[in-house]
Nanobody, 124 residues
Framework: QVQLVESGGGLVQAGGSLRLSCASS????????MGWFRQAPDKEREFVAG????????VYADSVKGRFTISRDSAKNTMTLQMNSLKPGDTAVYYC?????????????????WGQGTQVTVSS
C-alpha cells in the first residue's frame, strides 16, 4: 500500500522560508516522477513543482520559479520542497504526489498517489 505523508508546513512571515518533506512508503520516490501541488481556499489545486525519475528534469510553476526548489533523497525515500522568499500568495495546503511514470507531470491526472497535505500560511 502506497502512503505519502507531508510534513514541515506552518506559519511564517513574508520573506521567510519553509522546507516541506514528503515521506513515502510502498513507493520508491527515486524510481518515478514526483511533484508538489497546492490548493488555496476557494481555488483549484495547482501544480507547483515536479521532478523526473532521473532528477535531471525539474519543472516549476512561473509563480514559484527562482524561489522554490524540489529535490529527493533516495536513501531516505523522501522528497522535499525548499521554499524561500515566501509571499502571502503562497498560502495554501501543499500536497506531494507520485506517478508511476518517468517524466514530470504538471496536472492532477498525471499522478497516481497523493498525500493528505500540509498547511502553509504566510503572513504579511
Amino acid at each position: 500500500q502506497v502512503q505519502l505523508v507531508e510534513s514541515g508546513g506552518g506559519l511564517v512571515q513574508a520573506g521567510g522560508s519553509l522546507r516541506l518533506s514528503c515521506a513515502s512508503s510502498g513507493f520508491t520516490v527515486s524510481m518515478y516522477g514526483m511533484g508538489w501541488f497546492r490548493q488555496a481556499p476557494d481555488k483549484e489545486r495547482e501544480f507547483v513543482a515536479g521532478v523526473s525519475r532521473s532528477g535531471v528534469v525539474t519543472v516549476y510553476a512561473d509563480s514559484v520559479k527562482g524561489r522554490f526548489t524540489i529535490s529527493r533523497d533516495s536513501a531516505k525515500n523522501t522528497m522535499t520542497l525548499q521554499m524561500n522568499s515566501l509571499k502571502p500568495g503562497d498560502t495554501a495546503v501543499y500536497y506531494c504526489a507520485g506517478r508511476r511514470r518517468l517524466g514530470v507531470g504538471e496536472v492532477d491526472r498525471d499522478y497516481d498517489y497523493w498525500g493528505q497535505g500540509t498547511q502553509v500560511t504566510v503572513s504579511s
